[in-house]
């Protein structure tokens, strides 16, 4: 059975960067059928798709958010991390991991999500 | 704003069926499969249907979707009380090289 889990500091000072990792069990990072993303949720908001990462760990990224965004894949942790930089009020959000198979099931699976704060 | 528009909400008394629509454009919608995905109060969404019309396993016949041109609606018959959700239809967009949500619909089940 699949499990993402999502962890990182909850609160983060404005202009600093948000940090999170999503921790893979019961599946592989490695696996060039599926790919992994992150999508968050501001409060009392809708959805907002941040990037995906595949296993070769090419990268595509919100162009909206590209310009501080980074993801990357550990394949020896079977995990995936996001950093988000200059952080300010708007990034704070519950944050997804999620895992999509290629071509097929957009966001197939979800981790219970990790709420941060972006606040002084 | 999103770039797929749903109704902020929909009703509907248990046993009733409702539809909830999704309207984007060429660009996803048009050109792009729509999947729909379930936000039960307080808990992360979950993938509900995909490639426009597919339940995912474990999904109970009860929803279907559907899609014609610019525009794909998510079906519920047999409303029931556990079907209180939000729903969100999603797409890709070739001309914002994004993955879109629409709004989502707050469903109540009178």
């Known amino acids: 059975q699949l499990q993402l889990r999502e962890s990182g500091p909850g609160l983060v000072k404005p202009s600093e960067t948000l940090s999170l990792i999503c921790s893979v069990s019961g599946g592989s990072v490695n696996m060039s059928s599926h790919y992994w993303g992150w999508i968050r949720q501001p409060p009392e908001k809708g959805l907002e798709w941040i990037g995906n990462?595949?296993?070769?760990?090419?990268?595509f990224y919100n162009p909206s958010l590209k310009s501080r965004l980074a993801m990357s894949i550990q394949k020896s942790k079977n995990e995936i991390s996001l950093t988000l930089s200059s952080g300010t009020v708007a990034d704070t959000a519950v944050y997804y991991c999620?895992?999509?198979?290629?071509?097929?099931?957009?966001?197939?699976?979800w981790g219970q999500g990790a709420r941060v704060t972006v606040s002084s | 704003q999103s770039v797929l528009t749903q109704p902020p909400s929909a009703s509907e008394t248990p046993g009733q069926r409702v539809t909830i629509s999704c309207s984007g454009a060429?660009?996803?919608?048009?050109?792009?499969?729509v999947n729909w995905y379930q936000q039960l109060p307080g808990t992360a969404p979950k993938l509900l249907i995909y490639?426009?019309?597919q339940r995912l396993s474990g999904v109970p016949d009860r929803f279907s979707g559907s899609k014609s041109g610019t525009s794909a609606s998510l079906a519920i018959t047999g409303l029931q009380s556990e079907d209180e959700a939000t729903y969100y239809c999603a797409t890709r967009d070739d001309r914002l090289n994004a993955w879109v949500f629409g709004g989502g619909t707050k469903l109540t089940v009178l």
């Open positions: 060429r660009s996803n919608i048009g050109s792009n499969i």
């Open positions: 490639s426009n019309n």
């Open positions: 999620v895992r999509g198979l290629v071509g097929y099931r957009d966001f197939e699976s």
């Open positions: 990462i595949y296993h070769s760990g090419s990268t």
